[in-house]
C-alpha cells in the first residue's frame, strides 16, 4: 500500500521556538512513532499547537531540529486539520476535490461524496463551505485531509466546535483511521477523548515536555505533579 | 438640441465619441490588470531587499495626477523621445498607454493587499497540502476573485473619469482622439452645454451600468461559490 519511505519516526532534538521574547516551546526532545494516536494534552497556551505546526514543517526551530525517517526533503503525505480550518472559496465538495488535486489523486466524483458521507456531510455537497457552520467546516476539514490519504494525521483540537454526536462520529473516523495504519497525532482538551483514542500522552506545559508514556501509564499514575494537577481540573502555569 | 434629445435621437457623432471612449477605457484596463495583478501578487509572495520601498512606491502612484502621466507618455511618445518612433502620440493607442499607466498602480496596489492578507489566511493550509508555487498563486488569484474584480472597477472608474491623460496624448483631434470627457470639457468652454450635460449623463449611467453588471455576477457567483 505504501508507495513511499515512511517518514516515521518524527524526532524532535532539543527544539526550541520563540516569538521575539517570549519562549514557546523549550528544548522539546521527543520521537513520534508508528502506532496508536499520540495525544498532545496540556493547558491553554503550553506550545500545543506549535509542536504540531512544527511537525508539519510549518514552523522552523529557532533552535534544534525535527528529523524523519525518511530524512530527503520530499513531498510527505502529511495532513492536518487546524484549529481554526480555513475553507477555501468554493463548495464543500470542491474543498475535497482541491484537496485530491493537491494530493495528486484522481479527481473521482464516488471519492468526493463518500469522504462526505463519512463526516457527515453527504447532503451539503453544493453548499460554499465559507456558509457552513463552525463545527459543519471543522469535519469539512477532516474530509478534506483525508481525501491525501495521509501516511501521518495531525489533528489540532478536531472535535472543538462540535456536538455530542458529531464528535462521536468524528472520533469514530479517527479510530477507524488509526486502526487502518494511519498515524494520528493529536491535541485535545477532552479528557474523555484521549481515554478513548490515546495509545500515548504527551503532557506539555509552559513550552516544556513534561511526559511522554502510555496513555494508561499517565491517566493512572502520572509522573508530575502537574499532570496531577491538569487530570485533577486544577489550574496548571 | 436638449441633452435627452442628442441621446435619444442617437446621434452619430456621440456614439462614435461614447465606443473611442469605451474602447480606451476598457482596453487600458485590461492591460493594467493584465500586468498589475499579476506584479501585485508576485510582490505580495516574495520577500527580496526594498520590498518595503517599492510597496509604499507603489501606494504613493495610486494618487499620480492623471495630467503629470499624461506628460511623462507624452515625452516617452514624443518625436524626439525614446519611444518616439512608434509615431503613435495624438492616438488612440498613446490614450490606452497613458490610462494604463495611470491605474496600473492602482491594480497592482490593491492587487498586492488582497493577496497578502490572503496568503497570512491561507498560508498553513495550503503549505500543508503541499501546493506548488504556481498553484499558490493561482488559488490566491481565484479565491480573491471578489475582491479583484472590485478593484478592476476601481480602476475602470478612474480612467473613465480622467480627463486631463487623454487631453495631452491624445490631442483631442476630432473624430479620432476625442472621448466623452475631454468632450465635455471641450463643449462646456464653448458654451455648447446641452452636449457637455448628454455626455456627462451617458458615462455616469456607462459607469453605473458595469458597476451593476458587475454586482450582480458578484450576487450569482457568492450564491454558488461563497
Ligand atoms: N506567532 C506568535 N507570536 C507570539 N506568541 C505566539 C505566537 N504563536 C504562539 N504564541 C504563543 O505561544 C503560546 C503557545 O501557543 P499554542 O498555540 O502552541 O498553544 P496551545 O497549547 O495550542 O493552546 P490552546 O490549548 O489554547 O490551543 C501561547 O502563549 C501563544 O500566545
Ligand atoms: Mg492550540
Known amino acids: ?237 | 438640441m436638449s441633452a435627452l434629445e442628442l441621446i435619444v435621437s442617437g446621434d452619430a457623432r456621440l456614439f462614435a465619441i461614447v465606443g473611442l471612449s469605451l474602447i480606451v477605457t476598457l482596453s487600458a484596463t485590461f492591460f493594467a490588470a493584465v500586468i498589475g495583478m499579476p506584479l501585485g501578487a508576485l510582490i505580495a509572495l516574495t520577500r527580496f531587499p526594498g520590498r518595503n520601498a517599492l510597496i509604499v512606491i507603489l501606494n504613493g502612484c495610486m494618487g499620480l495626477p492623471p495630467v503629470v502621466v499624461g506628460l511623462g507618455v507624452f515625452l516617452l511618445l514624443s518625436r524626439s523621445g525614446p519611444l518616439g518612433e512608434l509615431g503613435i502620440l495624438f492616438t488612440p493607442q498613446a490614450m490606452i498607454i497613458a490610462q494604463a499607466v495611470l491605474i496600473g498602480p492602482i491594480i497592482a496596489a490593491l492587487t498586492r493587499q488582497v493577496i497578502e492578507d490572503l496568503w497570512a489566511e491561507y498560508r498553513d493550509e495550503l503549505v500543508a497540502m503541499d501546493l506548488s508555487r504556481t498553484s499558490r498563486v493561482a488559488t490566491l488569484l481565484w479565491d480573491a476573485r471578489f475582491s479583484l474584480m472590485t478593484i478592476l472597477l476601481a480602476g475602470f472608474g478612474r480612467a473613465a473619469a480622467e480627463v486631463g491623460a487623454v487631453m495631452i496624448v491624445g490631442g483631442n483631434i476630432d473624430g479620432f482622439t476625442r472621448v466623452m470627457t475631454t468632450t465635455i470639457a471641450l463643449e462646456t468652454s464653448k458654451g455648447n452645454l446641452a452636449l457637455a450635460i448628454g455626455l456627462g449623463l451617458v458615462l455616469i449611467s456607462i459607469i453605473l451600468l458595469i458597476n451593476a453588471m458587475a454586482w450582480a455576477v458578484r450576487g450569482w457567483a457568492e450564491r454558488h461559490a461563497g
Not at chain 1, 527544539?15 to 517570549?22: D, E, L, P
Not at chain 1, 514543517?57 to 530524512?71: I, W
Not at chain 1, 500522552?201 to 499532570?227: D, H
Open chain 1, 1 to 237: 500500500m505504501r508507495d513511499r519511505p515512511t517518514s516515521l519516526p518524527i524526532r524532535f532534538d532539543a527544539v526550541t521556538y520563540s516569538a521575539g521574547t517570549t519562549a514557546i516551546l523549550r528544548e522539546v526532545s521527543l520521537s513520534i512513532g508508528a502506532g496508536p494516536p499520540t495525544v498532545l494534552m496540556g493547558p491553554n497556551g503550553s506550545g500545543k499547537t506549535t509542536l504540531l505546526k512544527m511537525a508539519m514543517g510549518l514552523l522552523t526551530p529557532v533552535s534544534g531540529r525535527v528529523d524523519y525517517a525518511d530524512q530527503k526533503d520530499q513531498a510527505r503525505r502529511h495532513a492536518f486539520v487546524f484549529q481554526k480550518p480555513v475553507m477555501l472559496r468554493r463548495t464543500a465538495a470542491r474543498n475535497i476535490a482541491f484537496a485530491l488535486k493537491a494530493a495528486g489523486r484522481a479527481n473521482d466524483p464516488a471519492v468526493i461524496a463518500r469522504l462526505l458521507e463519512s463526516v457527515g456531510l453527504g447532503a451539503l455537497a453544493d453548499r460554499p463551505a465559507r456558509r457552513l457552520s463552525g463545527g459543519e467546516q471543522q469535519r469539512l476539514a477532516l474530509a478534506r485531509a483525508l481525501a491525501r490519504d495521509p501516511e501521518v494525521l495531525f489533528l489540532d483540537e478536531p472535535t472543538a466546535s462540535l456536538d455530542p454526536a458529531a464528535t462521536k462520529g468524528v472520533e469514530d473516523i479517527i479510530a477507524r483511521t488509526a486502526q487502518a495504519g494511519v498515524k494520528i497525532v493529536m491535541a485535545t482538551h477532552d479528557l474523555g477523548q484521549a481515554r478513548r483514542l490515546a495509545g500515548e500522552i504527551v503532557f506539555l506545559a509552559n513550552g516544556r515536555l513534561l511526559e511522554q508514556m502510555p496513555a494508561s501509564t499517565f491517566f493512572t499514575n502520572p509522573a508530575t505533579t502537574e499532570a496531577r494537577r491538569f487530570l485533577a481540573g486544577e489550574l496548571v502555569i
